[in-house]
């Protein structure tokens, strides 16, 4: 009995935690914003982008953008899949791999050491603003009585999704909107977004947070019918999620997207790190902008990487050098991106 007030004590203060973490805005601490410590005019042989594993869209836009990478520049570029950010910030942290797609609000808390990060990265850098809006909701089989929200109480929910931990962030953000309290679901433990997946899909569990428009969606919807709850466009939703940087929007069709459907949307960042040169984040950029109507042909995701989105002012983690220099050239790096700068970093 002891163990169990003793865990049931620990999960309480993780939730209290994370509460008051989220409740906060997500640029209240200056960040490190210290010059790239690669100096090298030389391209590298090789160079890694970590995602998600296969079928997710992460994972999609980044084998998408190692074949152009590699197509268009000596550097040989692949795709490293893990089970999200968590795993592989320390690699990146360490010069281990050079790039890794990941969202804004994972972004700031890997670089400061918050939320879900143990240790600060210093010296994460975002390449290109990537994605937006890159849209995550909650998918249920077809056939299911949970026609909104408030129906998955007492239903069994995807939880926690180990190395991809934002995920639950992004779920329980949700579910906040929505008036429905985590102790009211049944939370059953995957280690990431394509185990809740296909646990919906084989009907082990009853729900799970995914992205509508990527591969194991159409793979869960081949075997069982799904589709995707709307969340309320409200004033009072919008204000929660824009503790995230994210917002209500409109899903694009998609499967599973039935009718009119509310979406959480936010920027799917590429990031890299201080210790990849000027001369190499610049020069995969500037083939990456120069080749996007190849990029578009990849992946649906890819047309929502336009050139527009690729210098936000929004960003609460810095630019790498590399990328502001090819931005001021082409003419999307302004004012107002450097009074952003100033204002985030120490």
């Given at each position: 009995m002891k163990a169990k007030q003793c865990r049931m004590g620990r999960l309480v203060l993780m939730w209290v935690g994370l509460f008051l973490y989220l409740a906060a805005p997500v640029t209240a601490a200056k960040l490190d914003c210290d010059p790239v410590t690669n100096t090298s005019q030389d391209l590298p042989r090789t160079a890694a982008i970590g995602t998600p594993p296969a079928g997710t869209g992460s994972h999609s836009l980044g084998s998408g953008l190692a074949v152009v990478g590699s197509?268009?520049?000596?550097?040989s570029v692949r795709v490293q899949p893990y089970s999200g950010p968590n795993a592989w910030i320390p690699l990146l942290h360490n010069g281990e791999i050079e790039f890794g797609i990941m969202n804004i609000l994972d972004a700031y808390m890997a670089q400061t050491g918050t939320g879900n990060y143990e240790k600060p990265s210093p010296g994460?850098?975002?390449?290109?603003g990537g994605v937006f809006p890159f849209t995550v909701a909650i998918l249920v089989r077809d056939k299911s009585d949970i026609k909104q929200f408030k129906d998955l109480k007492g239903k069994r929910m995807a939880w926690d999704y180990g190395g991809h931990a934002i995920t639950q962030i992004w779920q329980t953000a949700m579910l906040e909107i929505t008036g429905v309290q985590p102790t009211e679901i049944i939370q059953v433990r995957v280690s990431n977004i394509p185990d809740g997946?296909?646990?919906?899909a084989e009907g082990r569990i009853d729900a799970a947070?995914?992205?509508?428009g990527i591969g194991i969606v159409e793979e869960a919807n081949a075997k069982e019918p799904i589709r995707f709850l709307s969340l309320p466009n409200t004033d009072a939703a919008n204000a929660i999620l824009a503790r995230?940087?994210?917002l209500v929007v409109k899903s694009t069709p998609a499967t599973g997207i039935k009718g009119d459907t509310y979406v959480v949307g936010y920027p799917l960042h590429l990031v890299t790190s201080t210790k990849v040169s000027e001369r190499t984040v610049y020069s995969l950029v500037k083939v990456w902008w120069e080749n996007l109507a190849e990029l578009q042909t990849k992946h649906p995701l890819f047309k929502r990487w336009t050139k527009e989105t690729?210098?936000?002012?929004?960003?609460?983690?810095?630019?790498?050098?590399g990328a502001i220099k090819f931005y001021k050239e082409v003419g999307i790096w302004t004012a107002a991106h450097e009074g952003r700068l100033k204002e985030i970093c120490q």
């Amino acid at each position: 009995m002891k163990a169990k007030q003793c865990r049931m004590g620990r999960l309480v203060l993780m939730w209290v935690g994370l509460f008051l973490y989220l409740a906060a805005p997500v640029t209240a601490a200056k960040l490190d914003c210290d010059p790239v410590t690669n100096t090298s005019q030389d391209l590298p042989r090789t160079a890694a982008i970590g995602t998600p594993p296969a079928g997710t869209g992460s994972h999609s836009l980044g084998s998408g953008l190692a074949v152009v990478g590699s197509k268009a520049t000596p550097i040989s570029v692949r795709v490293q899949p893990y089970s999200g950010p968590n795993a592989w910030i320390p690699l990146l942290h360490n010069g281990e791999i050079e790039f890794g797609i990941m969202n804004i609000l994972d972004a700031y808390m890997a670089q400061t050491g918050t939320g879900n990060y143990e240790k600060p990265s210093p010296g994460l850098r975002v390449v290109s603003g990537g994605v937006f809006p890159f849209t995550v909701a909650i998918l249920v089989r077809d056939k299911s009585d949970i026609k909104q929200f408030k129906d998955l109480k007492g239903k069994r929910m995807a939880w926690d999704y180990g190395g991809h931990a934002i995920t639950q962030i992004w779920q329980t953000a949700m579910l906040e909107i929505t008036g429905v309290q985590p102790t009211e679901i049944i939370q059953v433990r995957v280690s990431n977004i394509p185990d809740g997946v296909r646990a919906v899909a084989e009907g082990r569990i009853d729900a799970a947070q995914t992205g509508p428009g990527i591969g194991i969606v159409e793979e869960a919807n081949a075997k069982e019918p799904i589709r995707f709850l709307s969340l309320p466009n409200t004033d009072a939703a919008n204000a929660i999620l824009a503790r995230y940087g994210a917002l209500v929007v409109k899903s694009t069709p998609a499967t599973g997207i039935k009718g009119d459907t509310y979406v959480v949307g936010y920027p799917l960042h590429l990031v890299t790190s201080t210790k990849v040169s000027e001369r190499t984040v610049y020069s995969l950029v500037k083939v990456w902008w120069e080749n996007l109507a190849e990029l578009q042909t990849k992946h649906p995701l890819f047309k929502r990487w336009t050139k527009e989105t690729q210098a936000i002012t929004n960003f609460t983690v810095p630019y790498h050098p590399g990328a502001i220099k090819f931005y001021k050239e082409v003419g999307i790096w302004t004012a107002a991106h450097e009074g952003r700068l100033k204002e985030i970093c120490q």
